[in-house]
């Protein structure tokens, strides 16, 4: 038996009665996406799905085509427009990060086709990220016109190394989940039939063990996050200041219009 909450929408939580909570990304059949309240509200389920009794490993997945997409057109647009739009994003994506890095219950991600922006922030950030063979993992910030602010400076160099890291982020290219865990993006990659069966195993192997024990563990490794706190600060800043520039307007409207962007030189 499990029961619901609901926390956005298609954003939802069913606590199962093994102690995981699967963080439920939808709608179900389409793209998940992030809006406005999607954004928002990914700042803050963690501590509150990690608050709820019996809780004791996240499990984040997807019932759409594929992971999440990432921001929204609409606020991608806010964010071209408005300074306060900026700010408020910047603060979401701040605790979005933090927030999983904080969270004492471990956190599984089963990643699905494509993992883009604030997606891909969330299924790279998990304790244990599991990804389908099919999957598609992009930052997507630089084709865009921006710089890759909402996670990647802090955890790509340590996950698959700096030379792979300024690869991947500056070519803006696609890495499917094979690669991604060849290269040491991801944890695990299975077949994608395979995919949801091998995230709960890990989710409910993790709830049954030891909780002061994983989340010391967790708490340890996560002080070399921590320790590049800076690097994420500043590129995230860097990230909002870009979306008042030239550059990510032409990349939005490229994105719009289906095209190559064209960006002019300084």
């Not at 029961?3 to 939580?13: E, F, K, N, S, Y």
């Not at 990230?239 to 990510?248: K, R, S």
């Amino acid at each position: 038996m499990s029961r619901r909450i609901d926390i956005a929408p298609h954003l939802h939580a069913e606590i199962g009665d093994n102690g995981v909570a699967e963080l439920v990304l939808g709608p179900e059949g389409g793209m998940p996406t992030t809006d406005a309240q999607g954004h928002a509200a990914l700042g803050t389920v963690w501590a509150q799905l990690a608050a709820e009794p019996g809780v004791r490993c996240i499990l984040v997945r997807s019932v759409g085509k594929g992971f999440c997409a990432g921001g929204t057109l609409d606020l991608v647009q806010d964010m071209l427009g408005s300074e306060s739009a900026r700010l408020r994003v910047m603060r979401e994506g701040r605790a979005i990060v933090q927030g999983m890095i904080d969270c004492d219950v471990p956190i599984v991600t089963a990643i699905n086709g494509a993992a883009v922006g604030a997606g891909a922030a969330v299924a790279l950030l998990a304790d244990v990220s599991i990804a389908g063979h099919k999957a598609k993992i992009i930052d997507g910030h630089t084709k865009l016109g921006v710089a890759a602010g909402d996670h990647a400076a802090l955890i790509w160099p340590l996950l698959c190394g700096m030379a792979r890291a300024k690869y991947h982020l500056l070519m803006c290219s696609t890495l499917d989940g094979i690669e991604a865990e060849r290269i040491g993006l991801v944890s695990l990659a299975v077949p994608d039939d395979q995919l949801l069966d091998k995230a709960r195993e890990v989710a409910r192997t993790l709830a049954a063990g030891s909780p002061t024990a994983l989340a010391f563990t967790k708490r340890s490794l996560n002080h070399w996050l921590r320790a590049a706190w800076p690097a994420f600060e500043h590129s995230l800043a860097l990230e909002m200041l870009g979306f008042a520039g030239a550059d990510a307007r032409e990349g939005f409207a490229a994105l719009n219009e289906k095209r190559a962007p064209r960006f002019a030189p300084d």
